[in-house]
């Protein structure tokens, strides 16, 4: 090995083990603060996206490859200023007097704007770094609205503000950078993430996967169908629609190319199934707090009502996987641990779901909820030898948390940007209005164009930020033709998690083909078949009361039988087959029984609903008559 290349290394070492002591500190800075609360809000944001910016560029280097010592040095030394001038620029913003306010009348100082400009740039650099150039794009696009406005034409034009006026909407107020979105994700976000890092350092994650494989593993597509159950059990956990694939994928798609699954349908169950625990309760993504923020409903509410629908969407995904092993001919596997015997090693890991489920249903605070999350697992893991963690595992954990957290605060903030713009410069309304006029004023025109802007922000942008820039702006349209704030929220909230599993990029997709070593477009199709509950379930939310509320149990149960009416006719559909072999004709009564469903008439849902019901049972006699027949020839 080369002087220069050891000097590299050398250096790489000591950075890794800065970035270590770094990301635990956060972690315990973050306990403290959710424990205590004593920090103010324009003290505590400026310090944890200091902290995160610092960490970012300690982890993710300007220059990658360590081949030139000296362009590799040169990027160290770079980054090294970077992170000095964050650390100087936080400091001012932290020390700023917001009780004077006469930086309101006469604009803020020069050191105060270097200081806020210094934060801005390197916000979105660290965006660049951690989520791509897309997101970096779209924030820089609405800070150049703000400014040049006052230049485009009457119908989308602004006032036009000054940058000392934009750096001191969006820095220092809690409008903008350090605005809702940023203290969702340093508080909430962030302790759910370090308690989903507790989960897979106590061995907890693995538990999940096996009594998933005990339940299902046994019935025809077992291990695809274990994937589900165990990418539901997880991905309400993590949050993370990508990590949740690679986690449980690096164990199921192989289970599922043995059993017979072709390789893109491996990667496409795994993908559909991991991105659906972002709508999973208890804990679900990053979104569901921030939407707690947004509408001011408690997240309690917001817990409750999204059972049912998280139910079906799965409840979708597995009728596809069991009609996929249906047309394969697939069967169970030959040898699964009991459940009885995978309880007894795990049941402790089930407590801490308990508890924080629980507390969040009795509305206690989610950052303590999380933080007593946290305790629990760690008490539960020590409780039980086999489970038990060492010192070092423990920090390995609360390092592992605080980096999963990095791209979420750094996308939370940039995505302050986009609301702060919005709010600063009114584009929401006239967004919305522009809406109306192409929908022509139908729910599902606005519907559609939600979804298409839903896929295409989604692209480039993580799931929490492409809802929260897409709610800003869509939310409004929905509730302007009648749909409930939940509701419409909801909508938005479900539809920004398509992009993991919609071409042209899919994200969880793509993770899922690398670990099947198959086509990645092959894959995000398949993706994109299982996970249609993604725009069905929505769309009912929208014509139908799936979202429950109270006083409305009837049309509830309504909405659930017609969700479901609906699934099993396009499953059907598209499939082409239910128990067995469906002809042309039940197709086509399927396909024009599940639209019967949207209709908003009850007599013409319950011909539908019969139509199915009726399809259905003479597809299960034909089966059983040809499994007679088949039994009568051997």
Known sequence: MSESTTTCKWISDKIVLIAALAAISLSIFQIWQGITADLAATIFRPIHLSWVLILVFFTLPLIKSQRSTGLYLMGRVIDLIFIAAIAWASYHIVAFDYDDISFLLDGLTTLDQISGLIILVLLLEATRRTVGLVMVFIAALFLVYAIFGNYLPGSVASKGFAVEEIIRFHIYSTNGVYGAPLAIAAGVVFIFVLFGAFLQVTGAGKFFIDASFSIAGKYRGGPAKASVIASAALGSISGSAIANTVTTGALTIPMMKKLGYK?????????????????????????????????????????????????????CTLLYVHLMACKLGLQGMEITEKISVVLKNGWHFLVPLILITSLLLMSYSPILVGISGCVAILVAAMCRKHSRITVAVFFEGMKEGALLALPISVACGTAGIVVGVVGQTGIGLQ????????????????????????????????????????????????????VGLLAAHMIVFWLSQTSNVTPPIALAAFAAAGIANTSPMRSAVQAFKLAQGFFIIPIMMAFSGLIWMEGQNIDFVIAIVLTIGLIVAFAGTIEGRLATKLPLLARGLLLIAGFTMLVPYLYINIAGIAIIVMVCLVNYRLSRTEDEVVAAQI
């Open 263 to 315: 390789p893109e349908q491996a990667a496409g169950i795994e993908a559909a199934a991991s991105t659906g625990g972002q709508i999973m309760p208890p804990v679900m993504g990053a979104g569901a707090f921030v939407m707690a923020q947004f509408t001011g409903i408690p997240y309690s509410e917001i817990l409750l009502v999204s059972i049912a629908p998280a139910i079906l969407y799965f409840a």
């Open 431 to 482: 967004f919305t209005q522009f809406l109306m006029a192409l929908s022509g004023g139908y729910l599902w025109s606005v519907l559609g164009l939600i979804a298409i802007a839903a896929v295409i922000l989604g692209m480039g942008l993580p799931v929490t930020a492409a809802y929260i820039v897409l709610s800003i702006m869509a939310v409004p349209s929905l509730t302007e033709l009648g």
